[in-house]
């Protein structure tokens, strides 16, 4: 329920022209409010007005939306959905028309705000809608507006100055970069002396060549930058050993994303492992790293070596689609990675008798601590899934568990659901599509399990064993927990909102 205060905040901001004049009046307390109804209806020309008016050196999007807490925050859900692309775009015209009125008139801009904060705004996944800004095209509109200011500032008088200006502001953010905007953002992060300065938290790339990879990090303010995901980019042991030695200036880098990267132990030549090595080193060297993810990269036998030189503990270990041995999951097992393990990515192995067995053995060094665990297409039938349980029930404090893609019956499935509801703090399981529910004959279902889709699966029957999984949580006094097959629309929390 709406306070009165924030009803009036909404009957206001809807009406711009007394928006406009009523700021004149009214105290600085009562901004942060009208920003959160301007924003609730969309009011992009109350936004630019409240935003160029701003009276307060931060403007952060987090505390005001309540983005950085959803599980925790007071605020009204609507306020903490990802804001749309009009209102994104409204408050970078408005900080873009602000600098550019102080250049021409720097008397103007000594007073007002110094940090925005965007982070968490953007969705990466582009499939949320026409009206949201994802990450990529968000990266592209701030790398934009840096330009911009910059080119202004050249063209006012004083613009030859290599000098700051007395005002400016420091936008931060989390940045995806690619091939095709890869220009834009150097030229933004290379700007001198600008009055719209980028400074990131999250840095994310895909098919970038080394060179290009190189550029973007030495171009990047080292302070703040917590993650770096490279993605998609070919690199090899050979090119990551050649990038992340320009890692090393982030000195708060705490999460470290290396997927799809061409790693395949099987590639080294006879006899000497002499890259994965130099590898290891590298990773070696950076204090406060606490989420690694390798996934889609041939490890087999190799895990002791790769993570040998680690300075901590990991709390976070993405290892998807890895070829792990048994003698992998004994070196997980006796690590000193072991008791600290909050989430754990195991998805993508064949989990037969044997590995199962050292599977379960991990779960059971980890169950103190693990909170999220994800072992999706890893061929779990109702049999090893039996197996599992009782290990995977002693994990109590276990929140996110991802299972899509294996091969369960409906009687699996209820079975999953009557073991779990022990566990207090379990709120969202990823389940698969049980294969009885498919339209398909079992045999045809064998050979491309892997590759199957929503569109085999007979919705009727689906739908009828989702609402009995439902009944069941309900009776459980479990109806609080998320049960889902959607990978989208229920997505799993990051690493630092565990």
């Known amino acids: 329920m709406h306070s009165l205060v924030f009803l009036c905040a909404r009957r206001l901001v809807s009406h711009h022209p007394s928006t406009r004049r009523a700021l004149d009046l009214l105290p600085a307390e009562l901004y942060p409010v009208l920003f959160q109804a301007a924003f609730l209806d969309r009011r992009t020309l109350a936004l630019q007005d409240l935003v160029t008016t701003w009276p307060f050196p931060i403007l952060s999007f987090q505390q005001l939306l309540g983005h950085h807490d959803q599980q925790h925050s007071s605020h009204h859900p609507s306020l903490r959905e990802k804001p749309s692309k009009l209102c994104f775009q409204a408050v970078i015209m408005a900080v873009v028309a602000h600098l550019r009125r102080a250049l021409e008139e720097p008397c103007r801009g000594t007073r007002w705000l110094r940090v925005l904060d965007m982070t968490d705004l953007q969705d990466f996944d582009t499939d949320r809608g026409p009206d949201r800004m994802s990450l990529w095209s968000g990266t592209v509109a701030l790398a934009k507006a840096c330009i911009e200011v910059s080119k202004h500032k050249n063209e006012c008088p004083s613009g030859a100055s290599t000098t700051p200006p007395p005002f400016g502001v420091e936008i931060r953010a989390d940045l995806f970069v690619n091939g095709t905007s ?254 009885d529910c498919y339209s398909r004959e079992p045999s045809r279902l064998a050979s491309a399990f892997g590759h199957l889709c929503e569109d085999v699966v007979d919705k009727e029957r689906f739908a009828a064993v989702s609402a009995e999984v439902g009944r069941m949580l309900a009776t459980s006094g479990r109806a609080d927990a998320v049960w889902t097959s959607s990978l989208c629309r229920h997505s799993a929390p990051d690493y630092f909102t565990l």
């Open 182 to 435: 890869f220009g834009v953002l150097r030229d933004a992060l290379q700007t001198s002396a600008a009055p719209l300065r980028l400074r990131c938290r999250d840095f994310r790339t895909e098919e970038l060549s080394i060179t290009g990879i190189v550029t973007l990090l030495e171009s990047l303010e080292p302070v703040g930058v917590r993650r770096v995901d490279l993605r998609f980019n070919n690199l090899g042991p050979a090119g990551l050993c050649t990038v992340l030695p320009h890692l090393t200036r982030f000195t708060e880098l705490v999460s470290l994303k290396l997927p799809y990267s061409n790693v395949d132990v099987r590639r080294l030549a006879p006899g000497t492992d002499t890259g994965l090595r130099q590898l290891a080193v590298q990773l070696g060297r950076f204090p406060c790293l606490k989420e690694l993810n390798f996934g889609s990269s041939r490890l087999s036998g190799s895990l002791r070596q790769l993570l040998s030189d680690l300075q901590a503990p990991l709390e976070s270990l993405e290892l998807a689609f890895c070829y792990l041995l048994p003698g992998d999951f004994a070196f997980l097992h006796k690590s000193l990675h072991a008791p600290a393990l909050r989430r754990l990515d195991l998805s993508g192995h064949n989990f037969t008798e044997n590995l199962l067995q050292c599977l379960c053995q991990l779960l059971e060094k980890i169950s103190t601590s693990l909170l999220h665990l994800d072992l999706m297409e890893c061929h779990l039938t109702d049999a090893r899934l039996a197996d599992l349980l009782p290990v995977l029930c002693r994990c109590s404090r276990l929140r996110c568990l991802g299972l899509f893609g294996n091969p369960l019956s409906t009687p699996g499935l209820k079975t999953l659901v009557q073991k779990t509801v022990v566990l207090p703090d379990l709120r969202l399981v990823v389940y698969p599509y049980p294969v």
